[in-house]
């Protein structure tokens, strides 16, 4: 049975990238926004997701640091969805090697 703590941990991070995504729209909706700011406010769920994400790469095992890289340099070159399942396979794939 999956723990009550993780299932309000994910339902709160989705709501915090949600808040971040509409929030910017919400408070500036009367005003005439420039492409910087659009720009900025299209990142601002990205960084919410890194902020989870990234301790898990300073842990130290080989497997998420190689993926780290593979994800990185693929997301240079696809768009997010390729970038993410590519990212999702191989992280399984290395840890299940025990790279």
Not at 28 to 56: N, Q, W, Y
Request: aromatic fraction near 6%; charged fraction near 10%.
């Amino acid at each position: 049975m999956t723990d009550p703590l993780y299932l309000l941990t994910i339902v709160l991070m989705a709501a915090v990238t949600y808040m971040t995504r509409i929030g910017g729209y919400l408070l500036l909706k009367h005003r005439d926004i420039s492409g910087r700011i659009k720009i900025v406010m299209e990142c601002a769920p990205g960084c919410v997701l890194i902020t989870f994400i990234a301790p898990v790469f300073v842990s130290g095992r080989l497997s998420d640091l190689i993926t780290l890289g593979i994800t990185a340099i693929v997301a240079t070159r696809l768009p997010v969805l390729p970038t993410v399942l590519i990212a999702i396979g191989s992280a399984a794939l290395l840890r299940l090697l025990a790279v």
